[in-house]
């Protein structure tokens, strides 16, 4: 039976994610503390790790009940920041500056959080999915899948490329408990996911190679025509307001329903 398998958020836009257990849905349609915080240039742009190579290299961990951010840097640097707290964020702006060698402030952005695509929701990918990718790779395991491609909600229970069935013209929904998720749209994938996620190494030929699988392994419930190219992996849903408020939690029921 396919059920949610894992909720996993990223605190601060680029940096690691955490794995919860559930997770309250914003105003604005997406999870509780995902992509809250975000590192912002001078030119006002949120950074991520398409801009810096080094965020890699950063091992860091969140606490939501504190809202405290543990980072430590490779040669055993490790910082706490109180994130809740302006002063702190303000400190810890001028800390990832240093580490950056850039002019950066950190900011927080609760409704919504910073997002790419702040007009929709949670990323969304299944098990098999994260399992098929590992397989095309030599020495790629299915949690450094997991890490590279960065998703929200993980379903199991599932065939390979099942969110593939939710975007299009005629596709479906589905719910997670008692949560509606639509499909609004494939992710197309930068560079981000070709990279080491601990030392940023990129891993040879991996757009090549993924494209090649992507296209041999392409599901015949997919809809071909909501696909631009074959570089793409996961989907971007989007969560009615009817059921924003609500929560999802790790176990819960997924099922297909009727767009």
Avoid: Q
Wanted: glycine share 10%; charged share 35%.
């Amino acid at each position: 039976m396919a059920r949610l398998e894992r909720i996993r958020v990223f605190p601060v836009k680029g940096l690691d994610g955490i794995d919860v257990e559930t997770s309250a849905i914003r105003e604005g349609g997406t999870l509780a503390y995902d992509r809250e915080f975000g590192l912002v240039g001078d030119d006002g742009e949120v950074v991520n790790g398409k801009d810096f190579e080094r965020i890699h290299e950063l091992r860091t961990d969140f606490d939501p009940d504190t809202g405290e951010l543990r980072v430590e840097t490779p040669d055993g640097d490790s910082r706490r920041f109180a994130l809740d707290e302006a002063g702190e964020r303000s400190r810890a702006g001028d800390w990832f500056s240093d580490v950056f060698d850039a002019d950066l402030t950190l900011e927080r952005n609760s409704s919504v959080g910073f997002v790419d695509r702040p007009d929709m929701g949670p990323s969304v990918i299944s098990t098999g999915t994260l399992e098929a990718v590992a397989s095309w790779f030599d020495d790629l395991t299915v949690e450094g899948a997991r890490r590279r491609l960065r998703a929200n909600v993980e379903i199991s229970g599932v065939e390979p490329f099942w969110e593939d069935r939710f975007v299009g013209d005629e596709a479906p929904a589905f719910t997670v408990g008692d949560v509606r998720f639509e499909g609004v749209t494939p992710c197309a994938r930068c560079v981000v996911p070709s990279r080491d996620p601990d030392t940023g190494e990129p891993l040879p030929e991996f757009r090549t190679r993924f494209i090649e699988k992507r296209r041999e392994t392409f599901p015949e419930w997919a809809d071909p025509d909501a696909f631009d190219h074959h570089y793409t992996l996961m989907i971007i849903s989007r969560i009615p307001e009817a059921d924003r408020g609500g929560s999802i939690r790790v176990g819960d029921d997924v099922r297909v329903v009727d767009r």
